[in-house]
């Protein structure tokens, strides 16, 4: 049985929702844009932290997989590929160790399980100023008024906002910023597929 990616996608969106299901405070958004839209990871779950799922079906190839790691690697806390048993071998050359591993494999009755391969650890590439990007313009200004920062600067460029929040705000305090306005998108904006799976 060939696994396609809707079909890994659907089983993922239940396994996730299952594992957070006593977390009101995760949120999980599908076809998150990152780096400008330069690249799109498949699941984000933010709670007290960004964690980023990438699929690889059995219909996929692994061709744009280095540039999406090296991508992700600059934005999120931890990450997980999430593939069939036909990239268990190759998808590992592509992707750096930190990154955990989880394999997606077809039942009997017709549906996918998941099994661990390689556990996740802490994202030791992460860039603040990418991950700051991840903020819509209307985000960003919203961050810098809570810091009495949008003095002077609401007709601002995104990516001047962006600066600001790098330069003024701790690291920490940041960082808590961007899970925050994550969390509460609204469900759509264009093709930016998001969907609420815990809400309490």
Not at 64 to 72: G, H, S, T, V, Y
Not at 170 to 192: H, M, Q
Request: contains cysteine; charged residues 30%.
């Amino acid at each position: 049985m060939e696994l396609r990616d809707k079909d890994i996608r659907t089983a993922l969106r239940e396994h996730l929702k299952s594992k957070f299901a006593c977390d009101p405070t995760t949120r999980i958004l599908e076809e998150m844009g990152v780096a400008h839209w330069n690249a799109r990871i498949d699941m984000t779950a933010v709670n007290g932290h960004i964690h980023g799922y990438e699929i690889k079906s059995d219909l996929d190839t692994l061709d744009r997989l280095p540039n999406q790691a090296e991508l992700f690697s600059k934005v999120f806390d931890t990450l997980t590929l999430v593939c069939t048993s036909k990239w268990l071998d190759d998808a590992p050359k592509f992707i750096p160790d930190w990154w955990g591993i989880i394999q997606a494999k077809p039942t009997k009755t017709g549906n996918i399980r998941f099994s661990i391969y390689r556990k996740p650890r802490k994202n030791p590439q992460l860039e603040l100023r990418a991950m700051v990007e991840l903020l819509w313009r209307e985000e960003a200004i919203d961050v810098l008024e809570s810091h009495g920062l949008a003095r002077g600067y609401k007709q601002s460029a995104r990516w001047i906002l962006w600066d600001r929040l790098v330069e003024c705000i701790p690291k920490t305090a940041l960082k808590v910023s961007v899970r925050e306005r994550l969390k509460v998108r609204g469900p759509y904006r264009g093709s930016f597929r998001q969907q609420l799976l815990c809400d309490g």
